[in-house]
């Protein structure tokens, strides 16, 4: 069972005669041998960074039937310098992870999520475990001045009847800033074809000098925004530079409740 060149299948085949009759019923069947026990992968992963702000992702954990591991541990890594972090697996198999992005340099980074490294055998012809792992790429994101906005994004089914709290980081250069004394963000809620909630933050600025941070806004979550909507945050630089981000939601709502009766 652990030397290669054989079908790796198990079959199994049954013959089954009725007392009495005598007559016969015949079956068959087969299970696949796979060497690979784990397969991990990226679910959610921004496809740029924006430098000094995190970038977020999310990876999966299945065993070879596809079932999710929970309380696992796995690794992810950063280009080739051996920069590491480890996340530990939910019940439904998932982790979701952020990077600080302040000390990346080039205009894109190699990411690998991984999960067990398989035993390495000599003999050509044996079998060993394997673990599959997944590898992306993920690009710089331009800015004419550096300056950037992103919206936390929310990887999971959103119930009615909440208030959610939405996290914006930014970071603003003294390119960005010049001689503003103030910054207003705008948000939009798109859904249903329409926009159904708008607002803004206003940040105090000091001319020509960074601003880095973040700021939370309250979004009602109700039938208006259900089954999906996206939101936009936006932001006219002095200059006349747009920078934006936008994330999509997915909603769950019972809009009519039933009600038994005798």
Known sequence: MRRAGYEMKIIASAKITEDGTGVELTGEGSSEIKSTLAIVSFRHLDSHYKKGIPLYGQVFLEDAAGNPMSNETVGVYLGDDGTNFTYTTGQDGTAEFSIDTSSFQLSSVRIKASYKTGDYCSGHRWLTASYEEDTRTVNHFYSRSKSFLKIQPIHRTLECQIVKKFNVHYILTPEGVGEARNAVFHYLVMAKGGIVENGKHTLALIPNQEAQGNFLFDLPVGTNVSPSAK??????????????????????CFENKLGWSR
């Open 231 to 252: 939101i936009l945050v936006y932001l006219v630089l002095e200059s006349g530079e747009v920078i934006a981000d936008s994330i999509a939601l997915v909603v769950h």
